[in-house]
């Protein structure tokens, strides 16, 4: 009997907390920065926010979804090498001259073949941004990327067809093959002359 009531008044004790808080939050929330005095103490008495209508403020210095500016990438692989957990792919192609220039004025010599990043993989350290040399690669304020298939999460940035990436690399095989067919030639004249 003794445990009964016991165990009673413990459930009515847990059910008036429970209504407590149900009856005495009338408000919606606020939408603060985090640098506000009061950013802590708005959950007092207040409902959650109605997400998507309203959304928290994003920090200055948030780390989100990772977004490639292609114009500008030199296809260093710096990004792929520095990332602690392997989630950017990069196969590059040597192009036979220059292919144009990046917003800063640094010359172009490689294609992308495939620029991939896995935001499944990746833990939003922002390493390949700060390794970046023509600043490409930026984290945007886009946090709420909800997919259904795994897969979807990897973004490729690369333009390039692999009927394209298979033609730029004949073209290099034969660019070389020509260096190579020359200077054999000129190693031969040489020696002829001797």
Known sequence: ??????GFTTALKGLSITFGHLFSSHKKREILPASDNNYFKQLEGTNTIQYPHQKLPIPEV????LDVEMDDCIVCDLC???CPVNC???????ATEAIGQTS???????YAAKFDIDMAKCMYCGLC??????ECIVMTNQYDKSVVE???LTYQFSDMTPEMA??????????????????????????DTE
């Open 80 to 82: 792929a090498k520095v």
């Open 129 to 134: 941004t700060i390794v970046c040399p023509t």
């Open 88 to 94: 950017i792919d990069i196969e590059s192609i040597k």
């Open 166 to 191: 298979i033609e730029k690399r004949k073209e290099f095989e034969q660019q070389q093959a020509e260096r190579q067919a020359a200077k054999l030639a000129a190693m031969q004249k040489k020696e």
């Open 104 to 110: 800063d004025g640094t010359t172009k010599r490689l």
């Open 62 to 65: 948030g780390r989100y979804q």
């Open 150 to 152: 795994l897969n979807q």
């Open 1 to 6: 009997m003794n445990k009964t009531i016991k």
